[in-house]
């Protein structure tokens, strides 16, 4: 087995100490697919991403909401084979940082990195500012100070044991679905327009008009509903912590976008279909279409669904997010002391409590950003993520890799990632110039670093790990 962590100041000198180091920093692993799918559909959120993101979605694209994103669930499955190849390829819980610099180098794995670690920081807080809303019906409470109580509570439920938690999001994950049947049986049954408005979509004008939706305009969406989506990779984070993870993730991944994707479509198709008219649709109050399609009773149930859904939402992201930066100081990437203290795992329940500390803390503090902010650098951060991984993707089947036994094999490689990462690029040169410029200088940044502080420190900084043992040969 590889060693897990080895500060530079610290290099072991004997095999006993060697041993040591290892025990210190492996992950348990307990989970099999049932608890792997539990935990990455939760990290999916699909209720939640339906009820606080997608009325952003309805506001922009009216009726299109629907078609980008069965657009973006096409896209996503070709993400899912490159995740799935190379989650089993390079089973680590550094995720795609490790995937990505194991195949086409360590800078561009730093890059990597900081692309997602954008994402872990800060979809957490997007999420958790939507539970005001749907706890109206019982307190009214201030938006961003709920945000950050969710935060803190994700982030204690997010130090215990990792298996009891997988269970815990289970419960919650029913509520979810539960939430979302009931919204698209009452969408359904109270159909206002003809289904050819999801291929001809149309949004609110002025003066109760309506206008058209441009394929331009759909293009530009596809990045918020590849957040919306976003998730079903979370798989290969745990990979680590998965039974034979060369036979789990890819089934994990593969029925996570599966069944999350509906769990999201197809209610948004009953709203498209549903909404009393286009000014309310583009208003994205759903739990208000709720009350009018419904008693109140059932609305309140609902919007408790909905809030709770979020919560489990929180806890699950915050899991995931910091074994991310567990991963990244076992693999040196910060100075020492740094390093040493976000590799730590607690004695009681296996998990990296200061990683996750330095995952919640930050995102309740995230709460009282901008919301339009958070979603904008999101959903640019996630498509650049995306086609990074697409060309590694492309790397996968070259040298030594080729000829690795046991990893799963997407098909039609190589046009799956080439035609990705083709759109992606598309995708990107179509999002608001702030939305850029944040996410690049934040990038740029982070080459600094990498220039000046870790390329010089190249034989005991950033050494991407990947462990190895019996389970996973």
């Not at 008693?295 to 995931?320: E, K, R, W, Y």
């Not at 080439?418 to 740029?444: E, H, K, P, S």
């Not at 010089?456 to 990947?466: D, F, L, N, S």
Request: with cysteine.
């Amino acid at each position: 087995m590889t060693e897990i962590l080895r500060p530079p100041a610290e290099v072991p000198d004997s095999a006993a100490a060697s041993t040591a180091a290892t025990e210190r920093g492996k992950l348990t692993r307990s989970i099999g697919v049932v608890g792997g799918t539990l935990l990455t559909l939760s990290c999916l959120t699909p209720a939640s991403s339906l009820f606080v993101i997608v009325p952003g979605s309805f506001a922009t694209l009216g009726t299109g909401t629907a078609l980008t994103l069965v657009i973006a669930v096409v896209l996503c499955v070709a993400v899912a084979f490159c995740y799935s190849e190379l989650g089993t390829l390079i089973p680590s819980a550094g995720g795609e940082y490790a995937m990505v610099g194991t195949l086409t180098g360590r800078f561009s794995g730093w890059l990597v990195f900081i692309q997602a670690l954008i994402v872990v920081m800060i979809v957490p807080p997007i999420i958790a500012l939507g539970t005001a809303d749907y706890l109206a019906p019982l307190i009214h409470v201030d938006a961003k100070a709920t945000g950050a109580a969710v935060m803190l509570l994700a982030t204690v439920m997010g130090l215990l044991d990792l298996r009891a938690n997988a269970w815990i999001t289970g419960v919650f994950l029913v509520l979810e679905v539960v939430a979302s049947a009931v919204v698209a049986f009452l969408g359904f049954s109270h159909t206002r327009r003809s289904a050819s408005v999801l291929v001809h979509p149309v949004m609110a004008g002025d003066h109760g008009a309506s206008l058209p939706v441009t394929g331009g305009l759909i293009v530009a969406g596809l990045a918020a509903a590849l957040f919306i989506l976003q998730g079903f990779s979370t798989a290969v984070y745990l990979s680590e912590e998965m039974e034979n993870p060369r036979r789990t993730v890819s089934r994990t991944v593969l029925w996570t976008l599966a069944i999350g994707a509906a769990v999201v479509l197809v209610p948004v198709v009953a709203i498209t279909l549903g909404a009393p008219d286009l000014n309310t649709l583009a208003g994205g109050d759903i739990a208000g279409m709720v009350q009018k399609w419904s008693d109140s009773g059932v609305g309140t149930f609902i919007s408790l669904c909905i809030a709770l859904a979020i919560i489990n939402a929180a806890i699950v992201m915050v899991i995931q997010n910091s074994r991310v930066l567990f991963a990244s100081a076992r693999d040196n990437a910060w100075p020492a002391p740094v390093g040493r203290a976000l590799a730590a795992l607690s004695k009681r329940f296996g998990s990296p409590w200061i990683a996750t500390l330095a995952v919640g803390v930050p995102g309740a503090v995230l709460c009282f950003v901008p919301v339009a902010t958070l979603n904008g650098v999101t959903g640019v951060a996630v498509a650049a993520l995306y086609a990074f991984v697409a060309v590694a993707a492309l790397a996968s089947r070259r040298g030594a890799h080729k000829e690795r036994e046991g990893v799963w094999r997407m098909p039609l490689w190589p046009v799956v990632p080439v035609v990705l990462l083709a759109v992606l690029v598309w995708v990107l040169a179509q999002q608001a110039a702030r939305d850029l410029l944040i996410t690049g200088g934040i990038t740029a940044v982070a080459a600094l670093y990498w220039v000046f502080y870790l390329r010089p420190r190249r034989a005991t900084h950033w050494v991407i790990t990947v462990p190895e043992d019996e389970m996973v040969s």
